[in-house]
């Protein structure tokens, strides 16, 4: 599975941004889809995940109620709707998939991760 992730850009406090993550190859493989970002200096943490199947989302709390994501299958596609971004969003966002269905108590831990986007910079102004 190879992921192509794009959106990514500069932006002022308060404003909106969609990224993006097409996969290709054998994505009939693909169970959980996820986003997670690495700021400066700082360990990379997850940020949302959706199931392929059913829809099913999770979400990093500091996060919750101003991302979205969301897929579609036809496309391959996972996006990544933020809204309300504030400077501490600033980062290298990577959007990955598992094959496994990890189980939702792990879907935050990026070791059961399978393959891994080149990451999309996200610069959120203050």
């Known amino acids: 599975v190879q992921l192509q992730a794009s959106g990514g850009g500069l932006v002022q406090t308060g404003g909106s941004l969609r990224l993006s993550c097409a996969a290709s190859?054998?994505?009939?493989?693909?169970?959980?889809m996820g986003w997670f970002r690495q700021a400066p200096e700082k360990e990379r943490e997850f940020v949302a995940a959706?199931?392929?199947?059913?829809?099913?989302?999770y979400y990093k709390d500091s996060v919750r109620g101003r991302f979205t994501i969301s897929r579609d299958n036809a496309k391959n596609t996972v996006y990544l709707q933020m809204n309300g971004l504030k400077p501490e969003d600033t980062a290298v966002y990577y959007c990955?998939?598992?094959?496994?269905?990890?189980?939702?108590?792990?879907?935050?831990?990026?070791?059961?991760?399978?393959?891994w986007g080149q990451g999309t910079l996200v610069t959120v102004s203050s």
């Open positions: 190859g054998r994505t009939s493989s693909i169970s959980t």
């Open positions: 959706i199931r392929r199947v059913g829809g099913g989302t």
């Open positions: 990955a998939v598992d094959e496994s269905r990890v189980i939702a108590g792990a879907v935050h831990n990026s070791i059961y991760y399978d393959y």
